[in-house]
């Protein structure tokens, strides 16, 4: 099933996982998620990308846009993906690496 998960492996973030496709259908999903975990207070916010299957410019541009939400809220966000992946080389080709936190380090309790 494609969308958006919350996991929540630690108690130090919150996890949001995103399954499937990252494109503009989901990318709303992630905005109103990441505001959702903002409005409880979360301070944290991990994106794991491990099970995004497909991401274009839509899925990078709403990453992009979580990113500066969660700056916003003086929250901290971190973005994994793993070394090879689709979405990973993406990334590393458009430059946003460093304002994401793309992260090496799976979430704490995952599994690749």
């Known amino acids: 099933m494609d969308g958006i998960r919350r996991a929540d492996y630690d108690e130090e973030a919150v996890t949001l996982e995103v399954e499937g496709e990252l494109d ?36 990078l541009a709403a990453l992009v846009r979580a990113a500066r939400d969660i700056s916003e809220a003086r929250g901290q966000v971190e973005v994994y993906s793993p070394k090879g992946s689709e979405a990973r080389v993406f990334i590393d080709l458009s430059g946003v690496r460093s304002l994401l936190g793309l992260t090496d380090d799976p979430p704490q309790g995952r599994e690749d």
Do not use: C, N, W, Y
């Open 24 to 59: 503009i259908d989901s990318g709303e999903t992630l905005k109103r998620a990441v505001r959702g975990v903002l409005d409880q207070g979360a301070q944290k916010v991990r994106i794991d990308l491990s099970p995004t299957t497909f991401m274009d410019s839509a899925g």
